[in-house]
């Protein structure tokens, strides 16, 4: 299931990250798994609303993380926000027993805009959550990208479901979600597939990693993106 890796080497991180097309971001050395905005309940939020959106639209991001447990085995998850997508309703209850099935992985939870369950139903998991975010070996993980990222340390962060549109030749265009890095911010992914994406402005200096379903692709900025 995991693709051959991407290794991204950064300035004053002594282990390289390692950028999966399951859009997440694996740290082998310390056995750390990071991913973002999951958005989990959103089907149920929607059906709350009266739209009859199926709850299992959330199966197959469930299935990817699974296997990317099993594949990888971590010893810490990091979810850098947006776990859940609004307040509670019945998918909560199998966030929790997906964690619980887990017992040798610490999962932490970088708590997101979406994130608004009452204190005691995240007391109930096994997450450990911070507010508004942690240090971690020369990372700053957050959910939102800080304003401003101080010397010497590389901001890892999630919100703006990044991605890029590839133009071609007779006006093809394709959008893909990306891996996108700017002022030493790196922004993930959006983990879920009921999130979809946003466009990213590339300018000169970033770096931009797109995601397929067989692969993550460094992108030529002389490519046409939109």
């Avoid at 299931?1 to 859009?23: G, Q």
Wanted: charged content about 20%; overall charge neutral; aromatic content about 8%.
């Amino acid at each position: 299931m995991i693709s051959p890796p991407v290794s991204l080497h950064l300035d004053n991180l002594c282990e390289p990250l390692t950028l999966l097309k399951e859009k997440a971001l694996w740290m082998p050395q310390n056995k750390r798994l990071f991913l973002a905005d999951t958005h989990f309940g959103k089907a149920g939020h929607f059906r709350k609303a009266g739209i009859p959106i199926p709850e299992d639209i959330h199966t197959s991001d469930f299935i990817k993380l699974e296997g990317m447990l099993a594949v990888l085995g971590p010893s810490e998850v990091y979810i850098l926000g947006d776990l859940f997508h609004s307040d509670w309703n019945g998918a909560w209850e199998q966030v929790k027993e997906f964690l619980l099935a887990y017992p040798s992985i610490q999962f932490h939870l970088v708590l997101g805009n979406h994130d608004i369950l009452k204190p005691f139903h995240y007391r109930q998991t096994v997450l450990r959550v911070h507010r508004p975010g942690l240090e971690l070996d020369g990372l700053l993980l957050t959910h939102e990208p800080l304003a401003v990222v101080p010397e010497g340390k590389i901001n890892l962060c999630g919100h703006l479901h990044p991605g890029v549109r590839l133009r071609g030749r007779g006006r093809q265009n394709l959008r893909l979600p990306c891996f996108f890095l700017q002022n030493r911010r790196l922004v993930l992914p959006a983990f879920g597939q009921f999130t979809g994406s946003a466009s990213v402005q590339v300018s000169p200096g970033d770096r931009v990693f797109v995601i397929t379903p067989n692969e993550v692709i460094p992108l030529n900025l002389h490519d046409k993106v939109g």
